[in-house]
């Protein structure tokens, strides 16, 4: 990765029927603080059976940023688009270190146990942009000035599953149709309970002298 690379090619950037396009896929913009929320839970898996969170959130977006780099995307792009969605600022120092002077889960992590290295995110993003294991060296959750980030010599081996062929399920059960589920038959009463639904809805929207 050169840094005389260009810096950003600016997307083309629409809104339609209250959704956000940019470069013509659908952005869903969510705050710090879920996103902080949801690593940590993810996180808190960790040593339960033969769960590894860390590779999972590292690599679920490395995956993804192949798949963007594979329909057209290059690299200004995708540091374009990194910082446009609020993740943050990734700069090159040289071939082999990029940083981040300001990041969206060192800046609003929620932490579970002592503070540690926190972006798993931004490290799975650049090793889709760059194509080598990245590893994170330096947090400011630890005080650093900056997160650092170090490109390994180590070649990527993932198996972008965002790109498998599904086939589509047909034989799909009719509602509520349990045969061949015992013991969970179902006594339910759908008519019952949507002719409730509509009374209540209706005695909701009746004014109070109405109801008086």
């Known amino acids: 990765m050169s840094v005389a690379e260009p810096q950003y090619t600016p997307q083309q950037q629409s809104t339609i029927g209250g959704l956000n396009l940019i470069g013509g896929l659908s952005r869903v913009y969510h705050c710090n603080f879920y996103n902080s929320y949801l690593q940590m ?3 808190l ?11 999972l959130l590292i690599n679920s977006i490395t995956v993804l940023v192949l798949l963007l780099k594979q329909r ?10 990194f910082a446009y ?7 090159p ?48 959750m630890l005080g650093a000035t ?11 081996h993932l198996e972008n599953y965002l790109q498998r062929d599904f086939e ?4 799909i059960p009719k509602r509520f149709a349990f045969t061949g589920c ?5 006594l339910v009463d759908e008519d019952q309970i949507i002719a409730q639904l509509k009374q209540c809805l209706y005695m909701a929207r009746m004014p109070q002298k109405e109801m008086v």
């Open 146 to 156: 900056v997160d650092k980030f170090i490109v390994q010599d180590e070649a990527l």
């Open 85 to 91: 969605c609020g993740f943050g600022l990734l700069q």
């Open 45 to 55: 898996t960790q040593e339960m059976g033969e769960h590894q969170p860390e590779p």
């Open 41 to 43: 839970t993810v996180l």
């Open 168 to 171: 589509l399920q047909l034989d």
């Open 93 to 140: 120092i040289d071939d082999k270190t990029w940083t981040t002077p300001r990041s969206h889960y060192s800046e609003a992590i929620c932490i579970h146990g002592k503070p540690s290295k926190s972006c798993y995110f931004t490290t799975g993003y650049l090793q889709g942009l760059i194509g080598k294991v990245v590893v994170e060296t330096e947090c400011k």
């Open 182 to 186: 015992q013991p969970f038959n179902t």
């Open 72 to 81: 057209g995307y290059v690299v200004a792009d995708l540091l374009q688009e």
